[in-house]
């Protein structure tokens, strides 16, 4: 059997790279096909710890899992957020009691007049059914009813996921109940800032000299990252 973390927030391949420069734990669409490529057929089981993110990423693992040749099992030992738990869904699921899963409309920014706005609206409602298509393969609710508790940020604990058939079982159902759960994704002007210095780098520009430079600024952006918390939840573009 393969194991595969879907831990950290969900990001995009191509931001992996700074999370880890940071020692944070993230998920990248890339962490899932490599091991999926060298699987070979052979059973999967998720460890899914995850606030939640992008939810293109999330939309690219749940497919490769569910097109997978191999039984997949989804193990929720701590919170399969958002777009966590679109993933989820891409098997057999079983979850801690002790474990959350929370499911809500996707969101985003949106700069420009009310007609922008109205498209962005749209395109937000047709990302909710989107997605809500994961929920109803496998609890076999209707889409009226998934979009109505996405609309009210459903926050389940396993009996309540299992009753609602987004859980097939409960892990040791005589553990006590209780989670806590802190979101981790880097805000985008840090993303940015990082994409930016890198570029600037000499052409031959090594993982050891991108972590020289960061040395000498990692403090300010941790500094800024404590800010962001203390403030407010942060939303990365067609965050989930």
């Known amino acids: 059997m393969k194991n595969i973390n879907i831990k950290g927030p969900i990001v995009a391949s191509d931001e992996k790279w700074i999370y880890d420069i940071f020692d944070i734990e993230a998920t990248c669409a890339k962490d899932v096909t490599d091991v999926l490529k060298n699987a070979n057929g052979e059973d999967i089981q998720l460890t899914i710890n995850s606030p939640g993110g992008d939810v293109y990423t999330a939309s690219e693992i749940y497919t490769e899992l569910k097109d997978y040749a191999g039984s997949v099992e989804s193990r929720i030992v701590g919170v399969a957020a958002s777009a ?11 979850m801690s009691p002790t474990a959350q899963l929370m499911i809500h409309n996707a969101s985003t920014i949106a700069i420009g007049d009310y007609n922008e706005m109205d498209k962005t609206s749209n395109f937000l409602k047709s990302v909710n059914k989107s997605i809500s298509t994961s929920y109803q393969q496998k609890t076999g ?40 759960s802190l979101p981790g994704a880097l805000p985008k002007n840090v993303i940015d800032k990082m994409r930016t210095d890198a570029l600037k780098q000499p052409e031959k520009v090594t993982l050891e000299d991108i972590k020289n430079v960061v040395a000498e600024m990692k403090q300010e952006i941790v500094n800024e990252l404590k800010n962001e918390e203390k403030q407010k939840p942060v939303k990365n573009n067609w965050l989930f």
């Open 84 to 94: 966590a738990s679109v993933i989820a869904m891409a098997g057999r699921v079983k």
């Open 141 to 180: 609710l209707s889409e009226e009813d998934l979009l109505n508790l996405m609309d009210k940020e459903t926050w389940m604990d396993a009996e309540e996921a299992k009753e609602k058939g987004f859980v097939d079982e409960i892990m040791f159902e005589d553990a006590p109940k209780a989670v806590a």
